[in-house]
């Protein structure tokens, strides 16, 4: 009888995203292909206003799971090779000398830090964003720490992201090994973001003893391997290679191409993000774009934000239509460019790029003709100038630059309107991709480049053909309505600032 024959094992890798709401994990072959995703839901804490926090041994417990239910989701003969983490940025674990946890994980929403965090610009601005690049975040929240609490002040050891701390947990590391990835490091507001090192002059400034900031390492270092414990609860082999990890935005940035210079990625999640890949890094000190490192050595990404963007659509599709998604979308695809004279201000929580705390959410120029299709399209529009805006404001900082075309992902690329919208804008494609499409994506190639087996820039990860559902071309015929009406945004907002800071104080006077 002829010998059966055995399928050769499928080589792959493992991605696993520490978000704010769940984590996720992904099981992808070597060649790009996904074999298995699974999501595990997770509780942020808000016990008072401003607080924003979880237990961190609920980011290692969902850890577990979601990669045990994905490696259960994958074929029965992948071999996985290789395991990296991403995390949520900006927020912080503080560990004692024996790496127990001394503090809550202290998220990136949380406030209470806000003014140890103006009292440290105020001190030290132009340095903290020059080598930064952006505002601190973790800094801020050490400083309130040691301040408020002498006793948690003599404990503290290490101060770590929830991906630095979860990969740690997995291999056995000690505090004293304890990582921080270059791609999430300036969120710290110590990191000389050029050069790659930890700046000991600004840590101290922020209130950031030195002897507590981790390890700094490449995304694609190989940091430990899994211990047996670990691997026995998420069903990965024992001794697998954990690479040093990566942030969430900047594995998603990954994932959808952002490996060149000009290539653009387009998040439309809770809130709006607009990366523009650039070589390089630069700091911009006047109209307030992020600076972030990208796991390509050499490379960083542009970044305009908005707050609240995802839950601002929501308001108003629930307040116009009963939550008719569908039904606004058809209404503002009839409508010309302008909505027909009617403008908006989607900054329900204030302006973020650039910093402009006042100001509050605006609908101007509709009459008894206007229907929520006019507010609906409205609102898609101004968010497309912004976009606009933050793309003018990075070309004054590199020149050279080229906007090619634009990758979206999260809830927002869900609205085709608002892709033709800012293609027509921008007059470059918008590509949606597909919904795998994500920061466990990026991790998974962060671990298959730790391991050997694939480049960050790997054709078969990015092929369009692979990660792209739709592409939507801009019409040019729209480019001189649409440069007209961002003139008259630019000519508002001088107006507006004024009416925006006598609200504020009224807003004050009343809380």
């Not at 406030?111 to 964003?129: F, K, M, N, V």
């Not at 390509?296 to 308001?315: C, E, K, N």
């Not at 480049?449 to 990860?461: F, N, Q, S, T, V």
């Given at each position: 009888m002829p010998r059966a024959s055995r399928r050769t094992p499928i080589e792959a890798v493992a991605g696993c995203d520490l978000g704010t709401q769940s984590t996720k994990a992904a099981i992808v072959a070597l060649d790009g292909r996904p074999l298995g995703h699974a999501s595990v839901a997770v509780d942020i804490v808000r016990p008072r206003a401003g607080w924003a926090e979880q237990d961190p041994?609920?980011?290692?417990?969902?850890?577990?799971?979601?990669?045990?239910?994905?490696?259960?989701?994958?074929?029965?003969?992948?071999?996985?090779?290789?395991?990296?983490?991403?995390?949520?940025?900006?927020?912080?674990?503080?560990?004692?000398?024996?790496?127990?946890?001394?503090?809550?994980?202290?998220?990136?929403?949380?406030?209470?830090?806000?003014?140890?965090?103006?009292?440290?610009?105020?001190?030290?601005?132009?340095?903290?964003?020059?080598?930064?690049?952006?505002?601190?975040?973790?800094?801020?929240?050490?400083?309130?720490?040691?301040?408020?609490?002498?006793?948690?002040?003599?404990?503290?050891?290490?101060?770590?992201?929830?991906?630095?701390?979860?990969?740690?947990?997995?291999?056995?590391?000690?505090?004293?090994?304890?990582?921080?990835?270059?791609?999430?490091?300036?969120?710290?507001?110590?990191?000389?973001a050029r050069r790659g090192v930890w700046d000991v002059a600004l840590a101290e400034a922020t209130g950031l003893p030195p002897a507590l900031l981790p390890r700094l390492v490449d995304p694609t270092d190989v940091i430990g391997r899994l211990s047996p414990e670990a691997a026995a609860r998420c069903g990965l082999p024992s001794g697998l290679p954990v690479a040093g990890g990566i942030g969430d935005g900047t594995a998603g940035w990954l994932a959808a191409g952002g490996i060149t210079p000009g290539a653009c990625i387009d998040s439309g999640g809770t809130s709006l993000s607009f990366a523009m890949t650039i070589d390089g890094?630069?700091?911009?000190?006047?109209?307030?774009?992020?600076?972030?490192?990208?796991?390509?050595?050499?490379?960083?990404?542009?970044?305009?934000?908005?707050?609240?963007?995802?839950?601002?659509?929501?308001?108003?599709?629930?307040?116009?239509a009963g939550g008719d998604y569908d039904c606004l979308e058809a209404s503002g695809l009839r409508l010309p460019v302008g909505s027909a004279g009617v403008l908006a201000v989607g900054h329900l929580h204030g302006r973020v790029t650039p910093f402009e705390p006042d100001v509050r959410g605006l609908f101007l120029g509709f009459d008894e003709s206007t229907t929520p299709g006019h507010f609906y399209r409205s609102l898609l529009e101004a968010l497309a100038v912004e976009i606009g805006e933050w793309v003018a404001g990075a070309r004054r900082l590199v020149p050279a630059l080229q906007i090619r075309s634009a990758a979206s992902v999260s809830g927002g690329a869900r609205s085709l309107l608002w892709l033709q919208i800012k293609a027509d804008l921008l007059g470059v494609p918008f590509a949606r991709m597909r919904?795998?499409?994500?920061?466990?994506?990026?991790?998974?190639?962060?671990?298959?480049?730790?391991?050997?087996?694939?480049?960050?820039?790997?054709?078969?990860?990015?092929?369009?053909?692979?990660?792209?559902?739709?592409?939507?071309?801009?019409?040019?015929?729209?480019?001189?309505?649409?440069?007209?009406?961002?003139?008259?945004?630019?000519?508002?907002?001088?107006?507006?600032?004024?009416?925006?800071?006598?609200?504020?104080?009224?807003?004050?006077?009343?809380?």
């Open positions: 041994r609920i980011l290692e417990e969902s850890a577990y799971e979601a990669i045990r239910q994905a490696v259960a989701a994958a074929p029965v003969d992948t071999r996985i090779i290789a395991l990296a983490f991403s995390g949520q940025m900006g927020g912080a674990i503080g560990l004692d000398v024996s790496g127990q946890t001394v503090t809550p994980y202290e998220s990136w929403m949380d406030t209470r830090a806000d003014g140890d965090r103006a009292e440290i610009l105020a001190a030290h601005a132009p340095a903290i964003l020059a080598a930064n690049g952006i505002i601190p975040f973790v800094g801020p929240r050490v400083r309130r720490w040691r301040r408020e609490d002498a006793a948690l002040a003599s404990r503290l050891a290490r101060v770590v992201a929830p991906a630095g701390f979860v990969a740690a947990r997995f291999i056995g590391a000690s505090q004293a090994e304890a990582t921080c990835d270059r791609t999430q490091a300036n969120l710290f507001g110590c990191l000389d890094f630069t700091a911009d000190l006047e109209t307030g774009l992020t600076c972030m490192p990208s796991a390509i050595a050499g490379q960083s990404y542009l970044i305009g934000f908005t707050t609240g963007t995802g839950m601002t659509h929501r308001w108003l599709t629930e307040l116009l919904p795998f499409v994500d920061a466990t994506r990026g991790a998974a190639l962060v671990a298959a480049a730790a391991a050997g087996a694939a480049r960050l820039d790997e054709p078969a990860w990015h092929a369009s053909e692979a990660i792209v559902d739709l592409t939507v071309q801009p019409n040019p015929v729209h480019r001189p309505a649409y440069d007209h009406l961002a003139g008259t945004y630019r000519g508002l907002k001088p107006l507006l600032a004024p009416v925006f800071a006598h609200l504020a104080t009224h807003r004050l006077k009343g809380s």
